[in-house]
């Protein structure tokens, strides 16, 4: 990526509701700047498959290094299909997160394996991104269902330093609301940080940093209005104009469904009328790419 390279669409890194073989890390491309129509890549099969830990991958999450010159794929380490179901991952399920690295999203790094939560946590999920300009340090961030009172355990987001996607620094709490708060995720934008998480509802907050104690509610049931239950919220901003998409999954039922905006003050959205997103796809990142990156995208995975 060079500073003067505009971007030309954006990449929408998934996994899917396809049973146990949707447990692995998909890619589609949208159609150049238009983030309400997409196309598959790679014939609408997996670009990236786990061959450890419990070899099922979901939640994926991918994030460009501050120079452009460099990607992190994260994501949850957990196979629901086939062995042991929801209890099991929630109680007893994987303290670790997967990784890997790209330095032009074609080629790709031997997966790794880190063990991100404490040992008393039940699981690690949906891990993100976010790098801290001050401190010159990514903070990945994630949900993990922790022993409250008289043994009650629900989940808190949970937060980690690193500078290489290798080494970490011992675990802390990001998030506690005395009830289970999953699914994190922040866009900044002139200085503030715009936080969704799917607690009771996905709610939307705004804070002055990361670490703000202080962060307000903007919108305490986004999904509402729009959808029978939701999760799993994904925000980016527009390319081309001062516009936001949330992409929330109303799961179980209608899959992804996008809302907008274009004061994310407000915490008011709507819902476009059109709109084609790709087959069954589950929690992940949509990331903007640049003319480049997306023509390398479509010649290695399109029209197969």
């Known amino acids: 990526m060079t500073v003067h390279e505009e971007y030309a669409g954006y990449l929408f890194v998934y996994f899917t509701d396809k049973g146990d073989s949707g447990e692995e890390v998909y890619f589609a491309l949208s159609k150049g700047n238009d983030a309400l129509h997409w196309q598959e890549l790679n014939g609408g099969e997996p670009v990236l498959v786990s061959r450890l830990g419990e070899k099922g991958l979901r939640d994926p999450f991918i994030t460009r290094s501050p120079g452009g010159d460099k990607f992190y794929l994260i994501g949850t380490d957990l196979k629901v299909h086939g062995i042991g179901g929801w209890d099991r991952a929630v109680t007893k399920g994987s303290r670790s997160i997967m990784v890997w690295e790209s330095a032009d999203l074609i080629d790709w790094s031997d997966q790794r394996m880190v063990e991100i939560a404490p040992p008393d946590a039940g699981c690690a999920w949906a891990p993100e991104v976010f790098y801290d300009t001050s401190s010159e340090q990514y903070i990945v961030f994630w949900a993990s269902t922790l022993p409250g009172k008289e043994q009650e355990s629900y989940h808190r987001m949970l937060y980690a330093k ?8 011992s675990p802390e709490i990001f998030m506690d609301y005395g009830y289970s708060v999953i699914d994190t995720t922040i866009i900044e934008h002139r200085g503030k ?9 996905v709610i939307q907050e705004a804070g002055n940093s990361f670490f703000d104690a202080n962060f307000a509610i903007i919108n305490e049931n986004i999904e509402e209005k729009f959808m029978t239950r939701g999760e799993g919220p994904i925000v980016f901003k527009s390319n081309t104009e001062e516009k936001w998409y949330l992409f929330i ?3 179980g039922l209608r899959g992804y469904l996008p809302l907008e905006t274009t004061d994310l003050d407000s915490g008011v959205w709507t819902m476009p009328k ?25 010649e290695k995975y399109g029209n197969k």
């Not at 690193?162 to 620094?169: A, R």
Request: aromatic share 16%; charged share 25%.
């Open 249 to 251: 999954d109303e799961f």
């Open 193 to 201: 940080i715009y936080r969704f998480s799917k607690g009771r509802n």
């Open 162 to 169: 690193t500078n290489d996607f290798v080494t970490f620094t």
């Open 274 to 298: 059109h709109y084609s997103l790709p087959p069954k796809p589950r929690h992940g990142t949509v990331m903007p790419v640049t003319s480049s990156e997306y023509d390398r995208l479509m």
